[in-house]
């Protein structure tokens, strides 16, 4: 069956712009993460949707991230206004639930480059 | 706060060896801790995922080993081959209430020569 997609797969905007970032989970996962990976840093946790509710917001890194999740399905990642130091790449992620103790699935990531 | 690390950073071996990469976090009070491999410019792949109650998971050549009380895991690779070559990551799910929450080594970057 097919795999977590992202898109767009890359992104080049100007400062200052708002960009939208999509994540199409494994069909009847219900379980969604995102992550981000600044070059040269480890993974680092941003926030996670159990259904389409989000109980842990505490990785956003400002109040110009945002995430929504709806249908228990497609989730976005929304980052207005953005700096130089958002350039990273976001992963999304789905499970099977949080609470199951199953892996998490990857996608390929949104390489994002503010100019 | 939870700490992950990852030892060593880097790791290069000749076809065939077998090998262990270390993990170890700050944090016992863990839900499950995973190893996955991410190859360049693609994202992660689950490789084995061990329960907190759990000491050892094995898939193929892949042997996973938990140590909860002092925080450690080891990841075993039997019979080292050019296409192990990837960045392996360690990571450790949190329980209490940030469930959902992943927190992440610097990771190993395996090569294998042949």
């Known amino acids: 069956g097919a795999g977590v997609s992202q898109s767009p797969s890359n992104k080049v905007t100007e400062k200052g712009k708002d960009v939208e970032l999509r994540c199409d989970p494994i069909s009847g996962h219900t379980a969604l993460y995102w992550y981000r990976q600044r070059l040269g840093q480890g993974l680092e946790f941003l926030i996670y949707f159990q259904g389409n509710s989000a109980p842990d917001k505490s990785g956003l890194p400002s109040d110009r991230f945002s995430a929504e999740r709806t249908g228990e399905s497609v989730s976005t990642l929304t980052i207005q206004r953005t700096q130089q130091e958002d350039s990273a790449v976001y992963l999304c992620a789905s499970s099977r639930g949080v609470y199951l103790n199953q892996p998490q699935h990857f996608g390929d990531g949104t390489r994002l480059s503010i100019l | 706060k939870q700490e992950v690390t990852q030892i060593p950073a880097a790791l290069s071996v000749p076809e065939g060896e077998n090998l262990v990469l270390n993990c170890s976090f700050t944090d016992s009070a863990i839900y499950n801790l995973q190893w996955f491999r991410q190859d360049p410019g693609k994202g992660l792949t689950s490789l084995l995922l061990?329960?907190?109650?759990?000491r050892e998971q094995t898939s193929g050549r892949l042997n996973a080993s938990l140590d909860k009380s002092s925080g450690r895991s080891t990841l075993y690779i039997a019979a080292s081959q050019p296409g192990d070559s990837a960045t392996y990551l360690c990571a450790v799910q949190a329980g209490g209430t940030s469930y959902g929450k992943l927190t992440f080594g610097q990771g190993t970057i395996l090569t294998v020569h042949p």
């Open positions: 061990i329960q907190s109650s759990q």
